[in-house]
């Protein structure tokens, strides 16, 4: 099974900085790599999909980078509804599609 | 535009079976390469992905849970239903449903909104 780890587990931040969330997977998944977002008692939003494409709606303030095994989400001036948890989950695998343990993303 | 809601009971006791239906629109299960998923949520923990059902009748599992879980679907009912036995407190959480994108990207792009199971007796 592909394992996926994120770090940090929690983050704190003000509103306009910049953020960096980092995601390894345990072998190469390729740019099979898609970052969620989730805030409480909502189901999870797609943000990035193939590691680095915008999925269609998202603010161009979210982007991701890498491929093979590390991977990042960085968010640009953060803004008030920003703060939430974000996952990242590998597709390479259609046996089993493994989420990270998530990045909450807290307010300072 | 695509929608997924899930229903079912809200309250199992354990060692019953779990059975959650799915009803989508906006996509049909037959059109080649999409699939419906099913993703859980523990209470203040991390999602974790049980089972997908292709268009095509092909099935993964979570192996970690492949002997408790089944997945089918109803295409003329638009409905992916998945059953889990056994349930325990532990598989206390929120399920979804997610549509699984038929293109190369295999993303979950739309989620219902989510069940809360409690398991309790």
């Known amino acids: 099974d592909i394992q996926m780890t994120q770090s940090p587990s929690s983050l704190s931040a003000s509103v306009g900085d910049r953020v960096t969330i980092t995601c390894r997977a345990s072998?190469?998944?390729?740019?099979?790599l898609n970052w969620y977002q989730q805030k409480p008692g909502r189901a999870p939003k797609l943000l990035i999909y193939?590691?680095?494409s915008l999925q269609s709606g998202v603010p161009s303030r979210f982007s991701g980078s890498g491929s093979g095994t590390d991977f990042t989400l960085t968010i640009n001036s953060l803004q008030p509804e920003d703060f939430a948890t974000y996952y990242c989950q590998q597709s390479y695998s259609t046996l089993m599609y493994t989420f990270g343990q998530g990045t909450k993303l807290e307010i300072k | 535009q695509i929608t997924l809601k899930e229903s079912g009971p809200t309250l199992v006791k354990p060692t019953q079976t779990l059975t959650l239906t799915c009803t989508f629109s906006?996509?049909?299960?037959?059109?080649?390469?999409?699939?419906v998923g099913w993703i859980r949520q523990p209470p203040g923990k991390a999602l974790e992905w049980l089972a997908l059902i292709y268009w095509d009748d092909d099935k993964r599992h979570n192996p970690s849970l492949k002997t408790r879980l089944t997945i089918t679907k109803d295409t003329s009912k638009n409905q992916v239903v998945l059953t889990m036995t056994n349930m325990d407190p532990v598989d206390t959480a929120t399920y979804y449903c997610?549509?699984?994108?038929?293109?190369?990207?295999?993303?979950?792009?739309?989620w219902g909104q989510g069940i809360l199971v409690t398991v309790s007796s």
């Open positions: 997610a549509h699984r994108t038929a293109t190369l990207t295999r993303t979950f792009d739309y």
């Open positions: 193939l590691a680095s």
């Open positions: 906006g996509f049909s299960l037959t059109t080649s390469g999409v699939g």
């Open positions: 072998q190469s998944i390729s740019s099979f």
